[in-house]
């Protein structure tokens, strides 16, 4: 909200000498939040002012336009005294009138810079401008005339034109509709601003009674709409000039000046809150009729939008059919032209929850709707009226129509049960009864005490504050006038907290342990898009194919929440690359969406706590939101330098990097190969832990690495977080080990290349026994020496007892046993 | 003791003599002083205290001698051999320390040089800064909550006194998913933790949800369709505004440095009633000649967040009594105050997933 501050000092007195600054600070401590005070001349600088036109002479040009060769008086504002000559289009004026005039060195709006030019075969030494030209408004017919008794020449010109109006810009909170107006603005002047006093309510006035001679109306619909005035205005000049005060203060709030009988209803809006719908009455035919829209039904607003209404839209109707979108938005068919000489007035009250829905419905925001749909004040329909007929006719030349018609009451302020001393209850500060009732009465309310001294207070919200419906609602009202800067600063003594549960410090330990492995973190969004998973290469049976669809997504390619990290970090990936970070290693936890396409989370009440069977079914209608950990290596692994050659990403590395995770949480993973995209087909390992699959790491595919920017053998891992930290170690129990000597035995065995190394060092645990210390695979040969198809793997095992020195032979025959299991479970044979 | 040797002649046996054993020792240590080093020493060892050298040939013509003579000769022999050790020894520990100091000086290398052998990784500096607010908390008592992300609207908005026309609800542009009547949304605030807090927990609760969010805000230098908040909800029996300001008094001074308070602004909330804007004073200036602050823009205070006392009707839905308990709740951005914490003007770096942002704050922040 906009407000010219000249405006609200209409409306009430502060003490003189307070500074717009004090007006503003106190407003923003209780409620009314300064957004910037502009000056609607702040573009405007250098020497601006009074001129009188000593002479003028019309020079007909070659172009045909004829042009006015001035002489200006502009007393000492030049320098010398001597007047100014200056060529002029407009010719919208004579010799004698006073001028606003702009002298070399100024400056207007859009940095437009005034010097003396020659033009038109004549040195023009500045300008005489029009009320566009100064940022003033569209007017451009002509240039500002000003009244015989505006100044001297040579004066400043910006108080007289408004220029140096202060214009103070409020952010308005919902609950505050009132606050949308002059009159709701002047009102917290008054009761925040120190030693404010005389407000003048704009919607106090005597109007003329309601009798049976105005325009008729039948409203269908009370509860929608409980109260509509109309009154009507004769004999209106379209022509007439809307007066520079009100183009100002209208343009200064952020409104378009369009014709007087526009401009009228808009000025009373912003005066009152109470907004206004002017029709051209000639062209209503018949009674007015509201009621709600029946489906199918159609209009064409005043935007020149074609609309099919719903029925629970709100219409204003006469003999032709729909006329309005009543409280939004008027129709096209009886809108006022510029041939308009009746207007007939509507000041209605509409239900504001009505209001919001339709305004939703259609895509409507207009300044009319949002002061409807936050609720405006229902006593001041007829003030708001009258107030608009006495402009259309002070200013249009019209004569007010003597119908007055007044369909309906004001819906009564409900009485609320307020406890005394509830302010001080939820503020922590000593304010007493008497203060609380003090504030309430002084934000408009009606106080009285309840019978019986029960220490609870009658209090009934002024008409201008619906939002104030629960006794808490009136706490706020009391401890911002109080003011929020007093409530004392007191720490509360919470009881003893348990600290991070296990699974956030899990997450975190996994954090720093993917650090610690040389991977970066990153944050992506999880939006996603068809395209995407097919770069990834995934089949259409593919489950991570089912997504969860956003109604209104920002872009349409990703248009979905994804159900894979792998698609935003390899972007990522991709994009590093690009930006020359060739050597890419990150990470990336984040919940995927997975439907489970169970049906819808109802709507519950809220006047009581669901059920435990209400919560349960919320919870089941939603996605599966596991918590994934993806990473991505790209380049080179370890970096080559004079230490050794680089070591450029591998399969390995992705598994490794879940290993070093699981480990971090007391765990295992074990690794057997699968074909699933993105990854290469020979070179993905599914990871289970305890036989249970948490995910899948290797090297991705080759054409994935292309979509994606990505350099060949990019490796990759996606893994569920849930299911690892579900199985994280909690307490780890101390090892025992053997203080004997060790004893050594490799062994290098040969298989067929399909056995997995993983099955042949199963087979070499389980046959070498109790006696075996650690096993490690410490070489894999192919090659001639072994055949085609077959590889050789060698092994250190070690062996030792906890409570003795092992025998001579013990070793080797437990080393035999472990061969001899291998060669029975894998066709392994030992290598001479 | 050596019986008598068949071959001995006593007429060779001169080492006895004393000027003849002291030219043994004397020859001896000469040896000893010029070896120049180690394998010279062990040379000099060899012929002049090994099995075959002079004095141990004659220590070995001892028993031979007649018992009067033998002791005397012992003890000269005895002391010429001691001091050839000895010598040895000496001579040996500075050989020994002269080759370890030449061969330091052989194995020196350019420290200079690069040891960057591996990357170093980094976490994210949203993930830091919503650990470090948490750990504040912790330390104050508090207990972590969290709820998904696509959450219920029932949860997300009417729980938290949002009905379905609250003209509030357009101000949080939220992301709806299909179809629309299962009720579904991105969660626009992390306020909805604060619900299932309340619907899960008995007072006394003490928690904050740090979390991401969801708006449908363009993408740009200071707006994000995915933001990171962090809330906090207090349920207590005789909790009112002034525990509201102690704790975020606290919690600004111990994220933005000692004496940091906040200021309260009447704001508007449907769930909370008293509702407030919380201002931070500018860390950078503390509203000192603010006029020339970049960081607070001349304001000397900072908007931080919103908070309030939490509304009955949020507490009625939510099963708690409100006759009985009163609580506060406040919610921030957490990448808002990363951005001025960290002088980040453009948060777009947050989740562009360059790592040469991520790698500039480490592990800790
Ligand atoms: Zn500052």
């Known amino acids: ?832 | 003791m050596s019986g008598p040797n068949t071959d001995y002649d006593p007429v060779e046996v001169t080492p006895l003599k004393a000027d003849q054993v002291e030219a043994m020792r004397e020859a001896a240590l000469a040896a000893i002083a010029d070896a120049p080093d180690l394998d010279a020493l062990k040379q000099v060892r060899l012929d002049h205290a090994g099995d075959r050298s002079p004095i141990a040939l004659a220590n070995r013509e001892i028993g031979a001698l007649p018992p009067q003579a033998r002791k005397e000769a012992g003890q000269r022999i005895g002391q010429a051999r001691g001091a050839i050790n000895q010598a040895l020894a000496a001579r040996q520990s500075v050989l020994e320390a002269e080759h370890e100091e030449r061969m330091l000086v052989e194995e020196t290398v350019d420290v200079s040089l690069p040891t960057t052998r591996r990357r170093r990784g980094s976490r994210h500096p949203l993930t830091l800064q919503s650990e470090l607010i948490a750990d504040l908390f912790v330390a104050m008592g508090y207990e972590v909550a969290e709820g998904p992300v696509v959450e219920a609207e029932w949860l997300n908005f009417d729980a938290l006194n949002l009905g379905p026309d609250h003209p509030a609800r357009t101000m949080q542009d939220t992301f709806w998913t299909e179809p629309a009547e299962d009720h579904v949304v991105l969660r626009t605030q992390t306020s909805p933790v604060q619900a299932r807090t309340l619907l899960t927990r008995k007072p006394p609760i003490y928690v904050v949800c740090p979390g991401r969010v969801f708006r449908t805000d363009e993408y740009d230098a200071t707006h994000s369709p995915m933001f990171h908040q962090v809330e906090g909800l207090v349920v207590d029996e005789g909790i009112t505004m002034a525990h509201l300001k102690g704790t975020l008094d606290h919690f600004a001074s111990q994220l933005f440095g000692d004496g940091i308070s906040t200021r309260f602004r009447p704001s508007y909330f449907p769930f909370t009633e008293p509702s407030a804007e919380v201002d931070v004073l500018c860390f950078v200036c503390r509203n000192v000649d603010a006029e020339s602050c970049r960081t607070c823009r001349g304001e000397g205070w900072i908007e931080w967040g919103g908070c309030g006392v939490v509304n009955p009707r949020v507490l009625v839905a939510c099963g708690v009594d409100p006759e009985v308990y009163s609580g506060f709740a406040f919610g921030m951005g957490i990448d808002r105050s990363f951005m001025f914490r960290h002088d980040l003007e453009d948060l777009r770096p947050l989740f562009e997933g360059d790592v040469r942002f991520s790698s500039a704050f480490g592990t800790e922040i």
């Open chain 1, 1 to 832: 909200m906009k407000a010219p501050l000249s405006w609200i000092l209409d409306l009430v007195d502060v003490p003189a000498g307070t500074t717009t600054e004090e007006i503003t600070d106190r407003l923003t401590l209780t409620g009314l939040k300064l957004e910037a005070v502009v000056s609607p001349g702040r573009e405007i600088t250098g020497p601006l002012v009074i001129g009188r036109v000593l002479t003028m002479e019309p020079e007909p040009q070659k172009n045909g336009k004829t042009i006015n060769w001035c002489t200006v008086d502009v007393g000492d504002a030049n320098g010398t005294g001597e007047p100014q000559g200056i060529v002029c289009g407009a010719h919208n004026f004579a010799p004698g009138d006073l001028v606003v005039t702009v002298l070399p060195g100024g400056v207007l709006p859009g940095g437009f810079e005034i010097g003396a030019r020659k033009t038109y075969g004549h040195l023009s030494a500045g300008m005489i401008c029009s009320a566009r030209e100064l940022g003033l408004g569209e007017d451009h017919d002509g240039i500002i005339v000003l009244p015989p008794d505006a100044g001297e020449p040579g004066q400043d010109v910006r108080a007289v034109l408004g220029l140096d109006e202060e214009v103070i810009e409020f952010e308005v909170n919902p609950d505050r509709a009132y606050a949308l107006s002059l009159r709701g603005i002047a009102r917290e002047v008054l009761v925040s601003v120190e030693g404010a006093s005389g407000f003048r309510d704009p919607a106090l006035r005597e109007t003329p009674a309601a009798n049976d001679d105005g325009h008729p109306v039948v409203v269908e619909d009370s509860e929608g709409c409980p109260v509509f005035v109309a009154r009507r205005v004769d004999g209106f000049d379209p022509a007439a000039a809307t007066p520079d005060f009100m183009v100002q203060r209208i343009t200064a709030a952020g409104m378009r000046p369009i014709s007087l009988a526009v401009d009228v209803t808009n000025y009373v809006m912003l005066e009152t809150g109470r907004p206004i719908h002017g029709y051209d009455a000639d062209r209503l035919q018949g009674a007015i009729v509201v009621r709600r829209a029946r489906e199918g039904e159609k209009l064409t607003t005043l935007d020149g939008t074609a609309r099919t209404l719903d029925p629970g839209d709100l219409v204003v109707t006469d003999d032709s059919g729909i006329i309005g979108l009543g409280g939004v938005m008027g129709g096209e068919t009886t809108e006022i032209s510029g041939t308009t000489t009746s207007v007939l007035v509507e000041a209605a009250h509409w239900d504001a929850v009505s209001m919001f829905r339709t305004g939703r419905r259609h895509k409507i925001t207009s300044e009319a709707g949002k002061r409807n749909e936050r609720g405006v004040d229902p006593t001041i329909c007829e003030a708001a009226a009258d107030r608009v007929v006495e402009l259309l006719v002070e200013h249009g030349g019209g004569t007010a129509h003597p119908g007055v018609t007044v369909v309906g009451t004001p819906p009564a302020m409900p009485v609320v049960e307020v406890a005394g001393d509830l302010a001080a209850r939820v503020s922590g500060m000593p304010i007493t009864e008497e203060q609380s009732v003090a504030c309430l009465r002084a934000v408009g309310c009606e106080v009285s005490a309840a019978v019986g001294g029960s220490g609870t207070l009658s209090v009934t919200p002024p008409p201008w504050r619906p939002d104030l419906t629960d006794a808490q609602d009136f706490s706020e009202e009391v401890v911002r006038l109080v003011g929020y800067d007093k409530v004392p600063s007191v720490l509360p003594t919470p009881p003893s907290g348990r600290g991070l549960t296990r699974a956030q410090q899990l997450r975190r330990r996994i954090g720093r342990t993917l650090a610690g492995e040389g991977f970066v973190e990153v944050v992506t969004f999880p939006f996603v898009g068809e395209a995407d998973l097919d770069a990834l290469g995934l089949t259409a049976e593919d489950p991570r194919r089912d997504l969860l669809r956003l109604s209104n997504p920002l872009n349409a390619e990703a248009g979905f929440m994804t159900s894979t990290l792998l698609p935003g970090l390899l972007r990522t990936a991709g994009k590093n690359v690009g930006h020359g970070t060739t050597d890419v290693a990150i990470f990336e936890t984040g919940t995927v969406t997975l439907p489970r396409h169970a049906g819808p989370a109802a709507i519950l009440p809220v006047d009581r706590r669901p059920t435990e069977a209400e919560l349960e079914a919320l919870d089941a209608a939603l996605p599966a939101q596991p918590l994934h950990l993806a990473l991505v290596g790209a380049g080179d692994a370890v970096s080559g330098g004079w230490w050794a050659e680089a070591q450029p990403f591998s399969w390995a590395d992705a598994v490794e990097a879940v290993r070093a995770v699981a480990a971090s949480l007391g765990l295992e993973v074990s690794a057997s190969a699968v074909e699933l995209a993105p990854w290469h087909p020979g070179r993905c390992a599914e990871l289970t832990v305890d036989g249970e699959v948490i995910g899948h790491a290797g090297e991705v595919h080759p054409t994935v690495c292309q979509a994606f920017g990505l350099p060949k053998r990019t490796v990759a891992a996606e893994v569920d977080l849930d299911l690892l930290i579900a199985r994280a170690v909690h307490l780890r129990t101390a090892p025992t080990f053997s203080s004997y000597p060790v004893a050594k035995e490799d062994v290098a065995l040969v298989v067929d290349d399909t056995v997995p190394a993983a099955a042949v060092e199963a087979a070499l645990r389980e046959g070498a026994g109790a006696l075996l210390e650690s096993i490690r695979l410490f070489d894999v040969y192919t090659g001639d020496q072994v055949g085609e198809g077959r590889k050789s793997l060698a092994y250190a095992l070690r062996f030792r007892a906890l409570d003795r020195t092992l025998k001579e032979g013990e070793a080797a025959a437990a080393r035999d046993a472990a061969v001899a299991r291998a060669a029975e479970r894998t066709g392994a044979i030992q290598r001479a």
